[in-house]
């Protein structure tokens, strides 16, 4: 997934009036506001209520579903190998937000101000904190991709992570 097709998704998700945060790989590079590594896919955190826009824009763009883990999660992909890992959320009138997980009744939960915005190619785009990105960095066996985006985390803005 390249910045350019990051920013394109960005601009059909916009133009369909979804509200989307980038989170996993290329949300830390948000947060930095440069690439910092290759990524295979784009993680999206969406309003679980904008999903059918959402999906009718990415369909239109040629995106059609290839896993469902839903109520957690679900995947799109496109024919030119472009995937988007989406994550639907149900946001609160405070702003802060739950996204059930694949343990009934133990659902993921974002406090308002995991919410924030940073920079992909110089275009302003929601994102989750650095505080939320090292929580969801923890309780697994972390990939090489996961320690070098920690290791961004580290360096940009002086935080201990686990990894």
């Known amino acids: 997934m390249r910045q350019d097709d990051v920013l394109e998704i960005l601009g059909l998700v916009r133009a369909a009036g979804a509200e989307v945060w980038v989170g996993g790989g290329w949300g830390v590079d948000a947060l930095v506001g440069r690439q910092t590594r290759p990524h295979a896919d784009l993680d999206l955190l ?7 826009a959402l ?4 369909a239109e763009a040629g995106f059609a579903e290839t896993l469902d883990w839903r109520p957690a ?19 609160a ?3 802060s937000a739950t996204q059930e997980s694949l343990e009934p009744g133990t659902p993921y ?7 924030v915005t940073g920079t992909i190619g110089g275009t302003a785009v929601g994102c989750l904190s650095v505080e939320q990105q090292i929580l969801f960095h923890q309780g697994y066996e972390p990939a090489e991709r996961d320690r070098l985006d920690m290791a ?9 992570t686990p990894l």
Do not use: K, M, N, T
């Open 109 to 115: 939960r974002y406090p308002a101000s995991c919410f």
């Open 152 to 160: 961004v985390l580290r360096e940009a803005f002086g935080v201990d």
């Open 55 to 58: 999906l009718a824009a990415l």
């Open 93 to 95: 009138a405070d702003g």
């Open 73 to 91: 999660r679900f995947v799109v992909a496109d024919g030119r190998g472009r995937e988007i890992d989406l994550h639907p959320l149900a946001v």
């Open 46 to 52: 969406h309003r679980g209520e904008q999903e059918p």
